[in-house]
């Protein structure tokens, strides 16, 4: 038996000379129980969380209050455990009465069905309970990550290649980017902290995410020093405006080192013009991120990826494929066109129990001194098995299926009494204003639109009650 140890678990190795049937870094359980119970539950799960949840005859969600439900699922945890029939039965309240994201008629943000590829490949990963810090534990991942990560920057345009990194989510990839760009302008930060560092301005568009205010809050940067710049009609950011809002920073004495564009804002679905943001950019030498989380798919997409030109002039991108490309939550990448290793000198703590330099193989591989984390999910594994799978012209024909069928909600929207298109979708956000027939004699104006916003807060809860 061959066994891999790391150093804070070494103690485990003399129990491994015992038996092959204890494990060295738990207890030793009822394989035969074990087995029963995830067969069983497995069995649940296929039927109640794929079968059903798919099924447009079943209901998105048994919805309950929370008390009602605190009462129905008993929360409390105990001394004593349960038996495996009480543990299967929670196991299938907590599918009942959660929201069946993969329903047909569930109609939230972002969520894009049921992707069998994709929740194959995570059931895989819980099973083996991978981490990507070290090539030696997690080999195959590893790997796949990088094939991955090298094709989407080929996709994005960086002939050249770069670096990356599956995250958290799009939050954390816009945190990394804030970090890193700050890192490039002030490396002395890293070790003297905010007192090396001058005051530092981010701009960003009034209709990007909110993580990027959330990202100067946490990286000590401040969320004053988020400059909002202007958007047009359509939810664009204005460069000539941007380029203004960089001269009042440096008249301040400010120091701007960032600009954040937005590849399909949350609400619009908006494209900023990053051609001419990069020219901006480039004028200023400010590092250029492309927030394309939502809008990233597109450039999967022959037809569409003119909505991204210029994304390639980005320094560095995000983009979730758990979105309108459906693989399973979480799915997220950061991207970043330098090759200088300036991923890894920005969060690297070099822990030696980890990252040695002496190993038996090119430890390049070893990519947990480019992550803020040390524990990580491959959730890479998840894009790669859909990839594989389907092939590129299949992911683009779900982009190009996705648009085609937001440009018909609109034009059946038009045709709909009571309903009024706001805007020609861009991308595959639609957004409309229902009129209820009490208000359709109503002249827009103030009394008009605080009914409507009354009536659509009141409208998203009752939505989920009844269906």
């Keep these: 038996m061959w066994v891999l140890v790391s150093s804070y ?15 060295l870094n738990g207890p030793s359980l009822n394989v035969f129980v074990e087995e029963s119970f995830i067969q069983e ?56 009465y959660s929201v069946k994201t993969t329903h047909p008629r569930f109609f939230n943000q972002l969520y894009a069905g049921m992707e069998p590829y994709s929740m194959v490949a995570s059931f895989i990963v819980e099973a083996l309970k991978p981490s990507l810090y070290t090539y030696e534990v997690s080999p195959v991942f590893t790997l796949m990550e990088e094939a991955v990560l090298r094709k989407m920057m080929e996709i994005i345009g960086w002939e050249e290649g770069g670096d990356g990194i599956f995250n958290a989510g799009g939050s954390m990839s816009n945190i990394y980017a804030v970090n890193l760009a700050r890192y490039h302008h002030c490396p002395d930060i890293k070790e003297l902290g905010l007192s090396a560092a001058p005051r530092l301005v981010i701009f960003t568009s009034q209709e990007c995410h909110y993580s990027i205010s959330k990202s100067a809050a946490l990286l000590g940067i401040g969320t004053k ?53 990069a020219d901006i950019c480039e004028k200023y030498n400010l590092w250029l991120h492309v927030d394309a989380c939502w809008g990233g798919a597109a450039l999967m997409s022959n037809k569409h990826k003119h909505l991204l030109k210029g994304i390639h002039r980005a320094n560095s991108v995000a983009w979730n494929p758990h979105k309108m490309l459906m693989a399973c939550l979480q799915c997220s990448a950061f991207l970043v066109r330098d090759k200088t290793s300036l991923l890894q000198r920005c969060h690297s703590a070099r822990a030696s129990y980890l990252f040695q330099q002496d190993k038996f193989y090119d430890v390049s ?51 709909r009494e009571g309903f009024r298109l706001l805007m020609e979708p861009e991308y595959s956000n639609v957004c409309f204003w229902y009129i209820p027939p009490s208000l359709r004699n109503l002249s827009d104006g103030p009394e008009l ?19």
């Design 41 to 96: 539950s497995i069995a649940i799960i296929l039927e109640d969380a794929v079968k059903k949840a798919i099924d447009v005859r079943e209901k998105v969600c048994e919805w309950r209050s929370p008390e009602e439900l605190k009462e129905l699922l008993d929360l409390e945890l105990r001394d004593a455990g349960e038996s495996e029939s009480e543990i299967l039965q929670r196991c299938r309240d907590a599918i009942r």
């Design 225 to 277: 020093n988020v400059y909002v710049v202007p958007s047009d009609e359509r939810g664009k950011m204005i460069p000539s405006a941007l380029e203004e809002q960089i001269k009042t920073a440096e008249s301040e004495g400010a120091v701007p080192f960032m600009v954040n564009a937005t590849a399909g804002t949350t609400v619009l679905g908006a494209f900023d013009p990053i051609e001419e943001i």
């Design 9 to 23: 678990s070494s103690f485990h190795v003399c129990s491994s000379i015992l038996t092959d049937s204890v494990p």
């Design 449 to 467: 639109w605080e009914k409507l916003h009354t009536v659509c807060h009141s409208f998203t809860f009752t939505h989920i009650r009844t269906r």
């Design 365 to 415: 591989y070893d990519t947990g001194d480019k992550s803020i984390q040390c524990s990580r999910k491959p959730d890479a594994f998840k894009f790669w098995l859909m990839w594989k799978a389907l092939g590129t012209r299949e992911l683009e024909q779900r982009v190009d299926r996705a648009l085609d069928m937001a440009r018909y909600l609109a034009q059946e929207i038009k045709k």
